[in-house]
Structure formats: structure tokens, C-alpha cells
């Protein structure tokens, strides 16, 4: 089983989102970065899919070189292979992204090392296209299923599962097949600092693909949503607050 | 004209269908054009409904084996159709089987489509305004292509039925699919056993974040939870930490909940966190950080160790229940 698990670089944002004067980009001077929560349940599925049926998994970005620390840290959690597609840094439209890793997978094909199962997460964590895994299905004409949360492989299918109200919808396609993944659908493991260290000076693979044209849909720029700061009532500090909080339940919000 | 794709149960529309309809019919009324639904299953009764909110033709996608959800498919249908009524946009629900429909259609015409629209200004290009980062930050862009092809944002839009409603001509609309098209699609349905308030309909939810500091500690949580008839929520820190079911999460990557009142316990308010939150109507955190950010967005607000604050109240309703 060869599993491919693709992840977006993206900054780690906290308690407030900061843009760049342009507004074009979110202003990341002092901010990490990481990947989308649903494509570390890719990666995490892919090592656990490889760990019980034998094979590889291998990690892939679109992105500049420093998008190699993301690939890395997929590594650490037990990817065998990292590849990065780079690029000059600029964000690439959904079709062209997935034209780039299509074309990626169809060459690995031709050199006899094809994959048996893709994973993308849902949607990026950034962007947000809920696309890039479908177009790279179409593209290779693999069957895809998205929005899944739960997920296993037997003979030479794939069990996914679908949230709904209650319960869930369970669909069966035959491998080779592409999967788009949601948080929930695992564990994704802790990477210790001893794997971190071998992920460092593991080479992976870089790859400079070619970026098609299109108009497609092009960034205007980014806003911060409005929102209506609310006055905040301090009802008071430590356990002397329950009454106040008890009152405030009863009287003002009615809901006791 | 544009073309819709609506959701439906047993011929009731979805909600998140009834909020895209608002957008679909700001963007037909821009381009004074009619709008008319795709619809997939057994739509009787869908027509006094979609009615009243404007819609003027319903296409029932007529094909053995489409009444059950094939996202392929479902899109190869749409697709025939949208060639043979030729409409200007399409529109779906940003919901899981909007967003993977329309990015099949994307695909397929290799045309790009634009997620979680709010507000759109037709022209040659249409100008739209969509979210990202799962609503933390507005895109406006360009859109290009033909069709446009767009989805609404869940939970933003107004359900507003049209100013006059319409009487809407029910037509079949039989497409021509191979059985590789139906290769994808739902085998069957599991049914699971979770008891208790789901997250997303609870009137009061507690949640707690990694200031609650072990599984155990939630107990307390529980029991305030139990107390108020509230579910239970957390943060991605607590369901990292192993101490709570991502089931629970609430947040970009998690559920949206939408409460009277949501009481964050030991939760400093990263802002994907606040996305899930942002539908309450009060919040009332307990944290120990008067200038953590949760703080700045709620209308309440106790400073103080959540393992003291929360034990006393509990004490105190109890006493007050008996
Ligand atoms: C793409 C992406 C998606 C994400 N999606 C989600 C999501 O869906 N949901 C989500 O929650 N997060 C999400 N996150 C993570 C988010 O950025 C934060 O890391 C996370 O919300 C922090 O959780 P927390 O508030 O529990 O922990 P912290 O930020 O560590 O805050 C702990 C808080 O507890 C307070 N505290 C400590 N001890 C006590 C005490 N004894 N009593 C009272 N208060 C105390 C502290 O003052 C502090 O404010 C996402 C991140 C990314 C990058
Ligand atoms: N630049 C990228 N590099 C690698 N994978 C990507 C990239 N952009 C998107 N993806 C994958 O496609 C999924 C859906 O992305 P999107 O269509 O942008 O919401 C993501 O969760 C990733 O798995």
C-alpha cells in the first residue's frame, strides 16, 4: 500500500488575526506556522494505514521552500517520503495545485511507483476551496469521497465514513481512490523531539512544477469580519462570583 | 438564469438550501433573471416551498439509482442540465454535499468555483465576497468562468422568502449516466447510539479548554452540564490532550454551536475556536487571565480558577434544585 497524504503550509494564527498593509496576505512577523488539523489526520492515517499493511506513506506540499518544514513534520510522525512541489511562495489556484500534484502522481506512476490511495484534508485551513482533492480525482480519474471521518482498508477497498445527524453514511470504493479527510479522524501522534531531529536531516524530495494559466479566482483582498465588541460585565472574581453568576442566570438570561 | 442545488428531506428543504436561495436570488435579480432548482429524490411537495422563496422551475433529476446520494453521479446531472438550460451561475449550499457537488462540476468543465460566498456583484467577472479561514477572514476576488459557480456560506444568510413568490413548472430531467458514475456513492447507513444533547442544538453549552487541566476535571464540568440541561463542548487543546472526544470540539475544525448562553471554562479564545462560537447569543467565560482574549468577546465574565468557581455554583443550583 503506497500512501500519498498532501498538506498546505499555512500561519498559525492566535487570538487575533493581524493583515498586511495591502491586505493581501495575513502579516506573519510574529506568528508560526502548521498545517490544517484535518490533514494531520491525513498524515496520521496514512503512517497508521502503512504501519498495518506494509508499504510507504509520503508526505506532500505545494508551496515555497520553507513549506519543507511541514513536510518535515510529517516525517516525524513516522511518514517515510517528503516531497515538495515549490514554487516562487505565491498562493496557486485550487486548479493549478491540483494540476501540479496530478501530474506528480501520474509521473511516480509511470516510474512504477504509483499510489494505491491519496488523502487530502477537507478543506485547507487558509483557503478553505473545499476542492483541491476533487480536482485531483478528476484529473485522474479516481473515484473521491470527501468529509470523512472514519476510515479503514480491506481488500483493496476503502471503508469511509460520513458523518450525519445520528449516525452515518458509509461508502465503499475500490482502490486505487482518492479520500478527503476531517479532524476526528484520529489521533494525529505527538512527533517527540528525537523524531523531530532524524525528520531534519532526512532529504526530501523537491519537484518544480509547472504552473498552467488561468483567470480563475483571483484575491482582491483579504477584511477582518466586523464584530461588535461587546461590553464586557465583570461579575467578579473567584467562587464570591457565584451568586452574581446565579442571578444573572435567573434574571437577565432567563435560562434557569 | 441560475440554477440551484437544493437539499432536501423527504421534500423539505435543508436550512443551509433556504440561505443560499438568498444569495442565488440576489444574484438573479442583478441579472433579472429567473431562478430554477436541480433537485435529486422524491420532490413532492418542494414546489409550494421553493415557491414562496422564488423559485420558477424545479428539475427532478429522473435516473435509477440518483435518489440515493452519488456525488459523481449527482454532478455529471447537473452538469447535463446546466447544458441544457445554459445558466449564467450556479449556486449550491456551502453544505458537505454542496460543496463536494460543485466541486465535481468544477472540475469536470475544469472551470474554477468560489466556497462560502456571502455577497456577490455580477458583471463579466463577478466580484464576490467569500470566507476563509472558516470565517475568520473575508476574500473579496474575482470570479471568472461559465457558469460561475459558487456556494453559500452555512449560517450566515438570512432565510428570507422572495417579496413574490412563484408557482413553480415541475419538470423531469433524465440525464445519461454510465455506472461508473454511480460507482461512488452511499452503501448504506449506520445508525450510532450517542445519547445526550447534541453540541450543535444544546441551549447551554459548558465547555472547557486546557485550563480544565485533566480528564478528571472535567467531572466538574459534566456536572454543571447536567445542572443547567447543557452539553458538554471543548477546545482543541482538551481533545489533544486526549481529555475529551473531537466530537466535542467546537471550533473551525469542529463543531458551530449556536447556544443562548455558552459558558467557556479555562478557554483563552484563539480565534478558531471563537468561529465555532460566534452563533451564542451570550458568552459567560471562567478563566484565571483577565486579559485573555475570550474575555474581550463575551458579555459576562468571572475571573478566577475554574476548579473553585465551578464546584461552589454547582453546589449552589443543586441546593437550589432541591
Ligand atoms: C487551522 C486551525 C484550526 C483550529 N481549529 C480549532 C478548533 O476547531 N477549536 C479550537 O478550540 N481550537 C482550534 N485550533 C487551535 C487554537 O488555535 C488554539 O490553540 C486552541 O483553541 C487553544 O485552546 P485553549 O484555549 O483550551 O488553550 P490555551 O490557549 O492554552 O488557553 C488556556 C486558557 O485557560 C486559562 N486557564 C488556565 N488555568 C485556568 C484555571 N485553573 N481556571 C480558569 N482558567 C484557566 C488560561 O488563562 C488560558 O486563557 C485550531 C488551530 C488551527 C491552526
Ligand atoms: N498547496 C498545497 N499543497 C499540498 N496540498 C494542498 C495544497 N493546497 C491544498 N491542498 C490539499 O487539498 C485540500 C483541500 O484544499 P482546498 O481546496 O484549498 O480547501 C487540503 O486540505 C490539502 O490536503
Given at each position: 500500500?503506497?500512501?500519498?497524504?498532501?498538506?498546505?503550509?499555512?500561519?498559525?494564527?492566535?487570538?487575533?488575526?493581524?493583515?498586511?498593509?495591502?491586505?493581501?496576505?495575513?502579516?506573519?512577523?510574529?506568528?508560526?506556522?502548521?498545517?490544517?488539523?484535518?490533514?494531520?489526520?491525513?498524515?496520521?492515517?496514512?503512517?497508521?494505514?502503512?504501519?498495518?499493511?506494509?508499504?510507504?506513506?509520503?508526505?506532500?506540499?505545494?508551496?515555497?521552500?520553507?513549506?519543507?518544514?511541514?513536510?518535515?513534520?510529517?516525517?516525524?510522525?513516522?511518514?517515510?517520503?517528503?516531497?515538495?512541489?515549490?514554487?516562487?511562495?505565491?498562493?496557486?489556484?485550487?486548479?493549478?495545485?491540483?494540476?501540479?500534484?496530478?501530474?506528480?502522481?501520474?509521473?511516480?506512476?509511470?516510474?512504477?511507483?504509483?499510489?494505491?490511495?491519496?488523502?487530502?484534508?477537507?478543506?485547507?485551513?487558509?483557503?478553505?476551496?473545499?476542492?483541491?482533492?476533487?480536482?485531483?480525482?478528476?484529473?485522474?480519474?479516481?473515484?473521491?469521497?470527501?468529509?470523512?471521518?472514519?476510515?479503514?482498508?480491506?481488500?483493496?477497498?476503502?471503508?469511509?465514513?460520513r458523518e450525519i445527524p445520528r449516525g452515518s453514511e458509509v461508502y465503499e470504493l475500490d482502490l486505487p481512490a482518492v479520500v478527503a479527510v476531517k479532524e476526528g479522524l484520529n489521533e494525529p501522534r505527538y512527533a517527540s523531539m528525537r523524531a523531530r531531529m532524524q525528520a531534519r536531516r532526512q532529504e526530501v524530495e523537491h519537484v518544480t512544477p509547472e504552473r498552467r494559466t488561468d483567470a480563475g479566482l483571483k484575491k482582491i483582498r483579504l477584511e477582518s469580519p466586523e464584530t461588535e465588541d461587546s461590553e464586557t460585565e465583570i461579575?467578579?472574581?473567584?467562587p464570591e462570583a457565584v451568586p452574581e453568576i446565579v442571578r444573572v442566570l435567573e434574571d437577565e438570561l432567563e435560562v434557569i | 438564469m441560475v440554477l440551484i442545488f437544493v437539499e432536501h428531506d423527504g421534500g423539505k428543504p435543508a436550512d443551509s438550501s433556504l440561505e443560499m436561495l438568498t444569495l442565488a436570488r440576489d444574484v438573479a435579480d442583478q441579472l433579472d433573471a429567473p431562478v430554477e432548482a436541480a433537485v435529486f429524490g422524491d420532490g413532492e411537495g418542494l414546489a409550494d416551498e421553493l415557491g414562496q422563496f422564488g423559485v420558477e422551475a424545479i428539475h427532478v433529476v429522473d435516473y435509477d439509482g440518483v435518489e440515493t446520494y452519488a456525488p459523481i453521479a449527482w454532478a455529471e446531472s447537473l452538469d447535463q442540465l446546466a447544458s441544457a438550460v445554459e445558466p449564467e451561475a450556479v449556486v449550491a449550499p456551502g453544505s458537505e454535499r454542496g460543496h463536494e457537488v460543485l466541486a465535481h462540476l468544477g472540475a469536470s468543465r475544469d472551470i474554477p468555483m468560489a466556497a462560502n460566498c456571502l455577497d456577490v456583484t455580477v458583471g463579466d467577472a463577478y466580484e464576490v465576497e467569500r470566507q476563509r479561514w472558516g470565517g475568520t477572514l473575508l476574500e473579496h476576488a474575482r470570479l471568472s468562468g461559465d457558469p460561475k459557480l459558487l456556494t453559500a456560506a452555512k449560517n450566515e444568510l438570512t432565510v428570507a422568502p422572495a417579496a413574490e413568490s412563484a408557482e413553480p413548472a415541475?419538470?423531469?430531467f433524465t440525464p445519461e449516466l454510465t455506472d461508473d458514475d454511480l460507482a461512488v456513492r452511499i452503501d448504506r447507513i449506520?445508525?450510532?447510539?450517542?445519547?445526550?444533547i447534541p453540541l450543535g442544538e444544546a441551549r447551554i453549552v459548558v465547555s472547557g479548554g486546557r485550563g480544565v487541566g485533566s480528564a478528571e476535571d472535567f467531572d466538574q464540568l459534566e456536572e454543571l452540564a447536567?445542572?443547567?440541561?447543557?452539553?458538554?463542548?471543548?477546545?482543541?487543546?482538551?481533545?489533544?490532550?486526549?481529555?475529551?472526544?473531537?466530537?466535542?470540539?467546537?471550533?473551525?475544525?469542529?463543531?458551530?454551536?449556536?447556544?443562548?448562553?455558552?459558558?467557556?471554562?479555562?478557554?483563552?479564545?484563539?480565534?478558531?475556536h471563537m468561529v465555532g462560537a460566534k452563533g451564542s447569543e451570550y458568552i459567560l467565560p471562567i478563566n484565571t487571565d483577565p486579559e485573555a482574549a475570550i474575555i474581550g468577546h463575551a458579555d459576562y465574565a468571572v475571573i478566577g480558577d475554574l476548579h473553585e468557581v465551578v464546584p461552589e455554583l454547582n453546589e449552589t443550583l443543586r441546593e437550589r434544585s432541591d
Open positions: 500500500m503506497n500512501v500519498l497524504a498532501c498538506l498546505k503550509r499555512v500561519p498559525n494564527t492566535g487570538a487575533k488575526i493581524v493583515l498586511t498593509e495591502d491586505q493581501q496576505e495575513i502579516d506573519t512577523t510574529n506568528l508560526g506556522f502548521t498545517m490544517s488539523p484535518h490533514e494531520e489526520c491525513a498524515v496520521e492515517e496514512a503512517v497508521q494505514i502503512v504501519e498495518e499493511h506494509g508499504g510507504s506513506a509520503t508526505a506532500l506540499t505545494l508551496g515555497s521552500a520553507e513549506a519543507t518544514e511541514q513536510v518535515r513534520t510529517a516525517i516525524a510522525m513516522q511518514a517515510d517520503e517528503g516531497v515538495l512541489l515549490e514554487t516562487d511562495g505565491e498562493e496557486w489556484s485550487p486548479r493549478n495545485t491540483a494540476g501540479a500534484i496530478a501530474e506528480f502522481v501520474r509521473d511516480r506512476q509511470e516510474d512504477g511507483g504509483g499510489f494505491d490511495l491519496l488523502l487530502f484534508g477537507n478543506e485547507s485551513a487558509d483557503a478553505g476551496n473545499y476542492q483541491v482533492g476533487v480536482r485531483v480525482a478528476r484529473e485522474l480519474g479516481l473515484p473521491i469521497v470527501t468529509s470523512i471521518k472514519s476510515l479503514s482498508v480491506e481488500d483493496g477497498a476503502v471503508v469511509a465514513e461579575l467578579g472574581h473567584g | 415541475v419538470e423531469p449506520e445508525e450510532s447510539d450517542e445519547e445526550g447536567d445542572l443547567l440541561d447543557a452539553a458538554v463542548g471543548a477546545s482543541r487543546a482538551a481533545v489533544n490532550e486526549g481529555w475529551r472526544s473531537h466530537d466535542d470540539q467546537v471550533g473551525q475544525t469542529g463543531a458551530k454551536i449556536s447556544p443562548t448562553l455558552y459558558i467557556p471554562c479555562g478557554i483563552s479564545g484563539a480565534v478558531q
